[in-house]
């Protein structure tokens, strides 16, 4: 199966998730065109960023935009982010390192939704939430796997 080349200054056109909204899969491999390289390096469970591309491997998971409504227009944009904050988390680079890495991440995850159609003010409001409460979200996170031991 030929992957399907995309550039992240442009909408993508073809549907290539399946699943519903906290549930998402990729069902066409993806090569997201990035135009930085700043997580080239860095992989996990199905995905790869490798020169200034992420790739996206067939039946790589995630789960979609956390404490908002999943849309087409948001999908490339939350299974980006997933996979560069999974990426940054497991990395061994220091926390100053991967907190501007996060940083950039939520950037991209706003202007990606905003080249898939959706208004700049929403696509700016959602790069605000993940800078507010992604902090909060990972303790929440991290007290969780703490109260599970």
């Known amino acids: 199966m030929r992957p399907l080349a995309h550039d992240s200054r442009k909408p993508l056109a073809e549907a290539f998730a399946l699943g519903q909204p906290g ?5 066409l491999p993806i090569i997201l065109d990035l135009h930085d390289t700043r997580l080239a390096g860095l992989s996990g469970p199905g995905f790869l960023f490798e020169a200034s591309c992420l790739y996206l491997h067939r039946g790589y998971r995630w789960d979609g935009s956390s404490g908002v409504r999943d ?18 988390d497991q990395s061994d680079l220091g926390w100053v390192a991967r907190w501007r890495l996060r940083r950039w991440a939520d950037w991209q995850y706003g202007r990606i939704c905003a080249v898939n159609g959706m ?20 303790v929440y996170r991290w007290w969780q796997r703490i109260v599970a031991r």
């Open 71 to 88: 849309s087409e227009m948001c999908l490339v944009a939350s299974a980006f982010h997933d996979a560069a904050v999974e990426a940054i």
């Open 23 to 27: 549930s998402w899969q990729v069902e």
């Open 119 to 138: 208004a700049a003010p929403r696509a700016g409001g959602r790069f605000l939430g993940l800078r507010v409460l992604g902090p909060v979200f990972r």
